[in-house]
């Protein structure tokens, strides 16, 4: 159902960018990057800090499993969700499709 709503989001106009933000509290090395790019069979941008920079990311917007919707128009977050960090349902992204599908269809 995800990837029907991943691509409605699409078709919108809409971008979805994914960031592996730590690994144990580490940064996360390329190998671990393209594993887990591998592992979920992800066809959405997928990136990581730059090597050497720490865990900027994490430390700046928080725990795993946040996802933000960004209007790119002024760049500013218009909504966060957090999702259980357990890996139990709703997570993140579930929650936000339908909010982002509204924005996107309210700004066409």
Same mark, same amino acid.
């Given at each position: 159902?995800?990837?029907?709503?991943?691509?409605?989001?699409?078709?919108?106009?809409?971008?979805?960018?994914? $960031?592996?933000?730590?690994?144990?509290?580490?940064?996360?090395?390329?190998?671990?990057?393209?594993?887990?790019?591998?592992?979920?069979?992800?066809?959405?941008?997928?990136?990581? /800090?730059?090597?050497?920079?720490?865990?900027?990311?994490?430390?700046?917007?928080? $725990?795993?499993?946040?996802?933000?919707?960004? /209007?790119?128009?002024?760049?500013?977050?218009?909504?966060?969700?957090?999702?259980?960090?357990?890996?139990?349902?709703?997570?993140?992204?579930?929650?936000?499709?339908?909010?982002?599908? /509204?924005?996107?269809?309210? /700004?066409?």
């Amino acid at each position: 159902m995800v990837g029907t709503q991943l691509q409605q989001v699409f078709d919108e106009g809409g971008l979805i960018v994914e $960031i592996l933000a730590g690994n144990a509290g580490a940064p996360p090395t390329m190998s671990q990057l393209n594993a887990w790019i591998t592992t979920y069979n992800l066809r959405i941008t997928t990136v990581r /800090d730059r090597m050497g920079t720490g865990t900027p990311t994490l430390n700046t917007y928080g $725990i795993r499993e946040s996802t933000f919707i960004v /209007d790119l128009s002024t760049m500013q977050i218009v909504v966060k969700i957090n999702g259980s960090v357990a890996g139990i349902e709703p997570n993140s992204i579930r929650t936000a499709i339908p909010m982002l599908l /509204d924005l996107l269809r309210r /700004d066409h």
